[in-house]
């Protein structure tokens, strides 16, 4: 009954590294996403995936690429991370119609 | 007006008491509203999906106002656990189960002994 799994949980950067952010889902839902939170603040969407095959860019799309392996997995990807990076990512499921949003434990990333 | 807008509190009660917290959202042709808690760098996690008039769930009542566009959370008998920011989600439909789901910033419940 796993639900949404998040990989890391934890991860520290330097300016410039780059690193994958992983999440899979076994709830056969369609839509996958990607939201960042920063300290006090509300989520923010940075990419979704409507469907296997498809995704569009979110609120805050800047710095990350996204790949939507097959139906199960979304990864998030930053190329070259900056320390405005540096915030809690949580990737999340389902949220179509009268389906509600199932969140991954997240994942705590630092860049210095 | 935003989208969807949430009292950020923090909300202090005593436990015992019973609170309320409003949501109201711009768009008339939402779909669908839920309510999440979200505790202190966690994930958020469904408390209640909203679908009709209303529904309750223990000592959980959620209630929809599509006229004048506000759901509303209320807690009965607060516990210390109830401690937690408590987000409210609208679905907005532009098609189909197509549409965008808008994140309320979240209200602050500290309940105290």
């Known amino acids: 009954n796993a639900g949404v799994t998040q990989t890391p949980k934890f991860q520290v950067l330097k300016t410039g590294q780059s690193m994958t952010l992983q999440c899979a889902q076994d709830?056969?839902?369609?839509?996958m996403y990607w939201y960042r939170q920063d300290p006090g603040m509300g989520l923010r969407l940075i990419y979704y995936?409507?469907?296997?095959?498809?995704?569009d860019k979110g609120e805050v799309p800047n710095g990350y690429n996204v790949s939507r392996l097959n139906k199960r997995e979304f990864s998030l990807r930053l190329e070259s991370a900056a320390p405005s990076q540096t915030s809690v990512y949580f990737c999340?499921?389902?949220?179509?119609?009268?389906?509600?949003?199932?969140f991954g434990n997240g994942t705590r990333l630092t860049v210095t | 007006r935003k989208e969807v807008e949430q009292d950020p509190g923090p909300f202090n009660v005593p436990e015992g008491a019973t609170v309320a917290f409003n949501c109201t959202y711009s768009?008339?042709?939402?779909?669908?509203f839920f309510w999440y808690r979200q505790d202190c760098r966690k994930e958020p996690k469904l408390l209640m999906s909203?679908?009709?008039s209303g529904n309750e769930d223990g000592r959980f009542t959620a209630q929809l106002n599509r006229a004048s566009q506000y759901i509303s959370l209320l807690i009965r008998d607060s516990k210390l656990s109830d401690s937690a920011t408590y987000l409210c989600?609208?679905?907005?439909?532009?098609?189909?189960?197509?549409?965008?789901?808008?994140f309320g910033k979240g209200t602050k419940l500290s309940v105290k002994p």
């Open positions: 768009n008339s042709a939402s779909q669908s």
């Open positions: 995936s409507a469907s296997e095959g498809t995704t």
């Open positions: 909203v679908y009709s």
């Open positions: 999340a499921s389902g949220g179509t119609g009268y389906s509600p949003l199932h």
């Open positions: 989600v609208v679905f907005m439909s532009y098609g189909g189960s197509q549409g965008n789901l808008i």
């Open positions: 709830m056969n839902h369609n839509s």
